[in-house]
C-alpha cells in the first residue's frame, strides 16, 4: 500500500473524502461497476469518479470487475487496497501526480474465482446500482470469428448457460440474469472502448448470447424482453480519448527518486503491462448519450460531456474514422516496419509526419462532420501538434499495432465509403498505402528484411496463413493471396475491389515487396507533397 506521508512529501495530490466512508457506502449502495481493470480504467475511469467523490457529487466509489487476467486484481489492486497512484504527463515536461482512492472494491469476476462471483452477482441483484462501465477493447465484444462462426468459448457458453461462463459479454449476461430475476431493476450498460458505435455492438453481443440462452432452454423469453426494453436496460453509446500507454520506466525512476518505494513494473504471465501508478497524457474526452434509467451521478461535475447519441456519434466518428485513431493505425504499421520504438520518435520522422497529416487533414476532413462539441480541424491541430509528439508518453507503435484486423474496417473502411459516396475514391492515396503497409506488416519482416514480432491480433493466425506463400524479392503477383483479404467486407465494411482501391492497394504492397528499404521508399515518393496541403 501507498505512504500517504510520502506521498504528501512528494507533493501527490491527495483524496479529499475518508476512503473508508466511501467503502462503506459502496457496500450499501453500489451505484458503479466497470468491466476491465486496465490502464484506461486507471488513468481514466478512476480520476472522474475521484473527482465527483471529492466534490461532493459520489458518495460512493467504483466495483472494479476483471474477467480475463486474474493477476491484475492479485498484484496490483488488492496489495495496494485498490489505490492508484495517476501520473499526468503534460506536454511541457512536468508531471502532475494524483492519488485515487474512487475505487471501493475489486474482483476477479469470473466463476473459477467463487467468493468473488458471488460478491459481484449480489452487486448486480442491488436495485441501487445505476451504471456498468466497461473497457476490455474492441475485440472483447466480439463473438465469432471472420467466417461468421462463433468462437469456441462463445460456443460453450451458450451451451452452458449462466454462470458457467468465460467469455466477458456472457459473463455480463449473467450477471443481468441475476438481476432480472431480483426485481428486473433498470441499468445501463456503457461501453467505453474505443471504437464507433460502441453501444451498439455491445447490445448486439448481449443479445446473442441471451438469444441463444432463449433457444438452449436456459432462460425465458421474458428476459429477453426485459433486456430489449429501454425502460429498464439502456446501452448509451460513447466517445473516448485520452491515450493511457502501458507503465513508463521513465515514470518508474521519477516515482522512486521522489522516495515513492517498493513500485514495480509488473507483467502477468497472461501479457498485461501493468504498475501500482498509471501514466497518462494531460488531454481528454469523455462523450457519453445522456441515457440512464436508473439514474447517474452528476458525470459532468467530472468532465463527462453529456450530450444526445447523435451528438455523441458524430464526435465519435470525428475521431475513430478521421481524426485520430487512422492516423495512430497508419504511424504504428510504418512505426513497426521502420523500426520505431516509440510514438514520439515516429513524429520526428518526416515521412511519418506527413502520412499522419496525410491521413487526418487531407483525407479525413474533407468527409468529417462537425459534432459541434469539439471542432474537428482544432482537434487534429492538438493530436499532430501537441500530443503524438508529446516525448514523456511512452507510447509506442508496437502497442498501437495491436489488433488491427478488428480496426480497418471503422478506422479506413467508413472514411473510404464516404468518398465511394462522393465518387471521389481515386483521391484516396494515404488510406491505401496504409492498409498496403499493413499486408506487409503482417510478413513479420521489417524493412531491413529481418524478422521481427507481430502484436496480437485474433485473426492473426488465418491472415498469415493466407499470406504465407509471398516472398521478400521476389517478383510475383499477389493478387490470388491478398484478393480474399481485401475483399473481405467484415474486415474492411466493403469489398476494396469493388471500390476501385483494391488494385491500388496491391501496387503499393507489391512495390514494397522488392527489398530491404522498399517500404520506405514507396512511404517516401508517395508523401512527399504533403507538407504545406493541409494549411
Not at 440474469?177 to 426485481?183: T, V
Not at 481524426?323 to 504511424?331: D, R
Amino acid at each position: 500500500m501507498f505512504d500517504l506521508k510520502i506521498l504528501h512529501a512528494a507533493e501527490v495530490q491527495l483524496p479529499k473524502k475518508d476512503k473508508n466512508e466511501v467503502i462503506k457506502n459502496t457496500k450499501k449502495e453500489p451505484r458503479w461497476v466497470h468491466f476491465g481493470g486496465g490502464n484506461l480504467y486507471r488513468a481514466f475511469h478512476a480520476e472522474v469518479a475521484q473527482t465527483l467523490i471529492d466534490q461532493g457529487f459520489l458518495e460512493s466509489g467504483i466495483i472494479v470487475c476483471e474477467t480475463f487476467d486474474e493477476e491484475v486484481i492479485d498484484q496490483v489492486y488488492t496489495p495496494y487496497q485498490q489505490d492508484i497512484l495517476e501520473v499526468i504527463m503534460h506536454e511541457k515536461g512536468h508531471f502532475e501526480q494524483k492519488l485515487l482512492q474512487s475505487t471501493a472494491a475489486s474482483y476477479f469476476c469470473h466463476p473459477s474465482r467463487v467468493e468473488s462471483y458471488q460478491a459481484v452477482r449480489e452487486v448486480f441483484q442491488n436495485k441501487a446500482l445505476q451504471m456498468v462501465t466497461v473497457t476490455i477493447t474492441e475485440k472483447g465484444y466480439g463473438l465469432t470469428t471472420s467466417t461468421g462462426a462463433y468462437l469456441k468459448p462463445v460456443e460453450q457458453d451458450i451451451i452452458a448457460g449462466p454462470h458457467e461462463a468465460t467469455h466477458t459479454m456472457s459473463i455480463l449476461v449473467s450477471l443481468l440474469w441475476d438481476r432480472f430475476q431480483s426485481g428486473a431493476a433498470p441499468l445501463a450498460l456503457i461501453s467505453t472502448d474505443n471504437f464507433s458505435q460502441n453501444g451498439q455492438r455491445f447490445q448486439t453481443a448481449i443479445l446473442t448470447i441471451a438469444q441463444e440462452w432463449v433457444a438452449k432452454g436456459h432462460v425465458p423469453q421474458a428476459f429477453v424482453a426485459y433486456l430489449s426494453d429501454k425502460e429498464k436496460i439502456s446501452f448509451p453509446w460513447s466517445m473516448i480519448d485520452r491515450i493511457t500507454p502501458n507503465p513508463s520506466q521513465v515514470v518508474l525512476d521519477q516515482l522512486t527518486q521522489e522516495g515513492i518505494e517498493g513500485l514495480s513494473l509488473i507483467w502477468t504471465s497472461k501479457g498485461t503491462n501493468i504498475a501500482p501508478f498509471a501514466n497518462t497524457e494531460a488531454t481528454h474526452y469523455l462523450v457519453i448519450e445522456d441515457d440512464f434509467p436508473n439514474g447517474r451521478p452528476d458525470l459532468a461535475k467530472g468532465g463527462v460531456i453529456l450530450t444526445s447519441r447523435e451528438v455523441v456519434d458524430k464526435a465519435d466518428v470525428m475521431k475513430v474514422t478521421t481524426c485520430l485513431n487512422p492516423l495512430h493505425t497508419a504511424m504504428s504499421i510504418f512505426g513497426c516496419l521502420l523500426g520505431f520504438q516509440t510514438i514520439a520518435e515516429e513524429m520526428a520522422d518526416q515521412d511519418i509526419s506527413r502520412l499522419v497529416k496525410g491521413v487526418g487533414y487531407i483525407e479525413g476532413l474533407p468527409v468529417v462532420e462537425d459534432p459541434g462539441i469539439i471542432q474537428p480541424k482544432a482537434f487534429i491541430d492538438e493530436v499532430i501538434g501537441l500530443r503524438l509528439p508529446n516525448p514523456l508518453i511512452p507510447d509506442t507503435p508496437q502497442r498501437i499495432a495491436a489488433d488491427t484486423s478488428q480496426k480497418m474496417a471503422i478506422r479506413f473502411g467508413e472514411t473510404i465509403k464516404k468518398y465511394v459516396e462522393n465518387q471521389r475514391v481515386d483521391e484516396l492515396q494515404f488510406i491505401p498505402l496504409a492498409i498496403a503497409g499493413w499486408l506487409r506488416y503482417l510478413l513479420a519482416i521489417d524493412d531491413e528484411g529481418q524478422s521481427f514480432k507481430v502484436s496480437p491480433d485474433p485473426l492473426l493466425p488465418e491472415l498469415q496463413a493466407q499470406l504465407s506463400a509471398i516472398k521478400m524479392g521476389e517478383a510475383m503477383d499477389t493478387a490470388v493471396f491478398i484478393q480474399p483479404i481485401l475483399k473481405n467486407e467484415t474486415l474492411f465494411g466493403l469489398d476494396l475491389y469493388k471500390t476501385g482501391l483494391g488494385e491500388k492497394v496491391q501496387a503499393y504492397f507489391e512495390q514494397m515487396l522488392t527489398g530491404p528499404g522498399a517500404v520506405r521508399q514507396i512511404l517516401h515518393e508517395t508523401v512527399g507533397g504533403v507538407s504545406e496541403q493541409w494549411k
